[in-house]
C-alpha cells in the first residue's frame, strides 16, 4: 500500500515562502508522475503543479508560474513545492498526488493534505 505524506504547511504572511515535502512510502514512485493539487474552501480541486518522472517536464497552473516550482528526489523518494511571493489566493488545503500516467485522469494515489494559510 502506497501513503504519501505532506508536510511544511503552515500560517505564512503575503510575500513569504515555504516549502511543501511530499514522502512516499510503500513502494517505489520513481515511475510515478507527482503531481501537487489545491483546495481552497468552498471550491473545488484544482491542478497546482506536477513532474514527470525524470524530472525533465514540469508544468504549472498559470496562477503560480514564476513562483512555484515542483522538483523531486527519486533517492527519496520524495516531491517538493517550492512556493515563493505568497497571496492570500494561495490558500487551501495542498495535496501530493501520484500517477503511473501523469494525465491525473484518475490518480493512482493520493495524500492527506497539508493546509497552507496566507495572511494580508
Avoid: H
Avoid at 508536510?7 to 507527482?34: F, H, K, N
Amino acid at each position: 500500500q502506497v501513503q504519501l505524506v505532506e508536510s511544511g504547511g503552515g500560517l505564512v504572511q503575503v510575500g513569504g515562502s515555504l516549502r511543501l515535502s511530499c514522502a512516499a512510502s510503500g513502494r517505489t514512485l520513481i515511475l510515478y508522475a507527482m503531481g501537487w493539487f489545491r483546495q481552497a474552501p468552498g471550491k473545488e480541486r484544482e491542478f497546482v503543479a506536477s513532474i514527470r518522472w525524470n524530472g525533465a517536464n514540469r508544468y504549472y497552473a498559470d496562477s503560480v508560474k514564476g513562483r512555484f516550482t515542483i522538483s523531486r528526489d527519486n533517492a527519496k523518494n520524495t516531491v517538493y513545492l517550492q512556493m515563493n511571493s505568497l497571496k492570500p489566493e494561495d490558500t487551501a488545503v495542498y495535496y501530493c498526488a501520484a500517477d503511473l500516467t501523469g494525465d491525473w485522469g484518475s490518480t493512482d494515489y493520493w495524500g492527506q493534505g497539508t493546509q497552507v494559510t496566507v495572511s494580508s
